[in-house]
């Protein structure tokens, strides 16, 4: 468990809060928060190409970002399709979950949350970390990349966070 109050603060202020930044980008429930997204009218071919460029690295992010933080909490998918829980690698003393912080708390492989994450976890690995062909894996579109980031915010605010007295998405959401 982290006892360094530096290092706690940097994983809930910052490395946490970016992941969720990362999944909320151009989503209406970023909107929803903000009371809109801005608008950027294009108005030439070269602007479209620009803005496709760009949400397409946006949409690339979301899926890395969610695939780190369904680790983060201890879940990925079995060859079966089931929710394991993601193994510590004795090897690797980098690696890093929820429960090394103060508050913090795994999502059980049991829970209802976790075949939602796990099924998330197997698109966006499938998806998005290394190339496949016809794998069949789940789809990580719009729907499934938002329920899967309601389940994280919810474990979040009831663990971590909740341990600080302060909500994720507020500490997430101020400006740079």
């Not at 369904?70 to 990925?76: C, K, M, R, S």
């Not at 993601?86 to 690797?92: C, Q, S, W």
Request: charged share 25%; hydrophobic share 40%; with cysteine.
């Amino acid at each position: 468990m982290l006892t360094d109050p530096v290092e706690i603060n940097d994983w809930l202020e910052k490395n946490i809060p970016h992941r969720i930044r990362a999944c909320l980008a151009i989503t209406t429930r970023l909107g929803d928060r903000l009371g809109g997204l801005p608008e950027w009218p294009i108005k030439t071919d070269n602007e479209r190409i620009a803005r496709r460029c760009e949400t397409d690295a946006i949409w690339e992010g979301r899926i890395a970002a969610m695939r780190w933080l369904i680790e983060l909490v201890g879940l990925t998918r079995d060859r079966n399709g089931n929710p394991i829980a993601k193994p510590r690698n004795p090897n690797n003393s980098t690696d890093f979950f929820l429960d090394d912080l103060p508050g913090g708390t795994l999502i059980a492989q049991t829970s209802t949350e976790a075949p939602t994450l796990a099924t998330v976890w197997k698109g966006s690995t499938q998806g998005s970390s290394h190339p496949t062909l016809n794998s069949g894996h789940p789809p990580v579109n719009e729907p499934e990349l938002a329920a899967a980031l309601d389940v994280i915010i919810k474990h979040l605010g009831a663990t971590v966070y909740k341990a600080l007295g302060k909500d994720v998405l507020t500490v997430a959401l101020v400006p740079a």
